[in-house]
């Protein structure tokens, strides 16, 4: 049990659509949840992160709470978010920002990353390990810890999700053609479904969605009932997936492969043939596990990379 006098940071992750915020203590436990909508407002999106941070501040004015950390869907650096797709938005020095707003040392890092640290540190022996966290979520993302340290390099590292695996395949928002993430993540799977509903709109598919735009859940669920073109699409997107994984094992050669994201969490035919694939894989047969933490990651790493950056270091 934490008491008020056990010094704690804030975690924050800004996703695409929401954002979610908590009280993290040292040893990662996890307190005060806050999950809301983000803003349709540019500016007040902007804002969404100091306003939580300070908004747990207030709430919980007993707590030490000395350190804030922030993970968000883009690219970081030196604490300035350069650039997010998802969110729309470029050139927020976020660092500076929520530090002024609340007195707090501030720490701001991508959300692939966060998610890699936190659950990285779940590993025994972690700081002896090379240990690469890749997640299938609407695209493909992830982050490497060598030796207990996230690597970034010059800030990108870990951009897995843009190794080219079909050279011919379709354009990515990168500039290339045939990313991995553009061929096995959740909308390549969105995509398939779609033109299998298309092509066949007789076909299991096209009836699992109706009047909807037939996605990887309908994908899922006509694979799970038999239907062999959708086993036929899953099967090709897991070797895909494969294909891609191998390419990253064969130049990390980790110890431990952590899977997560939202197509590793939902159980059902498209998770069962992913993690089929990983058996499969020429530069990787050691551990494959999957992720721990769910959603909960994001914030409980941005709020560990505050703790490593502050001088108050748990138990110091
Ligand atoms: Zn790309």
Do not use: K
Not at 243 to 259: E, F, K, Q, S, T
């Amino acid at each position: 049990m934490n008491t008020s006098a056990d010094p704690a940071a804030i975690g924050i992750d800004l996703g695409a659509t929401h954002i979610r915020a908590a009280i993290v203590a040292a040893d990662g436990t996890v307190s005060s949840v806050v999950r809301h909508a983000l803003p349709a407002d540019a500016a007040a999106r902007r804002q969404a992160a100091a306003n939580v941070a300070l908004h747990l501040l207030a709430r919980h004015p007993d707590r030490w709470i000395h350190a804030i950390g922030l993970a968000v869907a883009g690219t970081i650096a030196d604490g300035v978010l350069t650039s997010s797709t998802n969110l729309g938005m470029q050139a927020v020095d976020y660092r500076s920002e929520i530090h002024a707003a609340t007195g707090r040392a501030t720490t701001v890092l991508n959300d692939a990353h966060a998610a890699a640290t936190a659950e990285a540190r779940l590993v025994d022996g972690a700081r002896t390990a090379t240990i690469l966290m890749v997640t299938v979520g609407t695209g493909i993302g992830g982050g490497l810890v060598i030796n207990g340290a996230l690597h970034t390099g010059t800030g990108d590292a870990g951009e897995i999700g843009h190794v080219v695996v079909d050279p011919g395949g379709p354009s990515c928002g990168c500039g290339r053609r045939g990313c991995w993430e553009q061929v096995a993540g959740g909308l390549a799977l969105d995509a398939a479904a779609s033109d299998e509903a298309r092509a066949d709109p007789g076909g299991r598919i096209a009836a699992i969605a109706g009047d909807r735009h037939p996605g990887a859940a309908d994908l899922a669920r006509a694979a799970a009932e038999g239907d062999s073109a959708a086993m036929g699409v899953v099967a090709r997107h897991a070797g895909l997936f494969a294909a891609g994984l191998d390419n990253v094992c064969a130049v990390v050669a980790p110890h431990v492969l952590i899977l997560g994201g939202g197509i590793m969490a939902r159980p059902g035919p498209i998770r069962d043939a992913y993690l089929a694939a990983t058996r499969t894989l020429r530069w990787h047969q050691g551990d494959v596990r999957p992720a721990n933490l769910g959603d909960n990651a994001g914030m409980i790493g941005a709020a560990q990379a505050a703790w490593d950056n502050s001088r108050c270091r748990a138990g110091g």
